[in-house]
């Protein structure tokens, strides 16, 4: 059982480091682009933002069912 959740807690993990890497790429993009592309890499980094949000819900979500499983 303690390894499924340190699985999934490195899962977890993996996605969020990616969320991470992900806004930070289209944060240096959207420096650099013409302002209708700037546009397009604000409303995609919104989108990163909230899947990242979401993950960490997940995230808690998982510590919490694992603090009332004991």
């Known amino acids: 059982m303690q390894k ?3 699985d ?3 899962c977890i ?3 969020l480091n990616t969320c ?3 806004i930070e790429d289209v944060e240096a993009c959207a420096q650099k682009a013409t302002p209708e592309l700037r546009e397009l890499c604000e ?6 933002i909230a899947n990242r949000e979401t993950v960490k819900c997940l995230m808690f979500a998982d510590e919490n069912n694992f603090r009332a499983s004991r």
């Open 4 to 6: 499924q959740s340190s």
């Open 8 to 10: 999934y807690d490195g």
């Open 13 to 15: 993990r993996g996605l």
């Open 20 to 22: 991470n890497c992900q």
């Open 43 to 48: 409303h995609l980094k919104s989108l990163l």
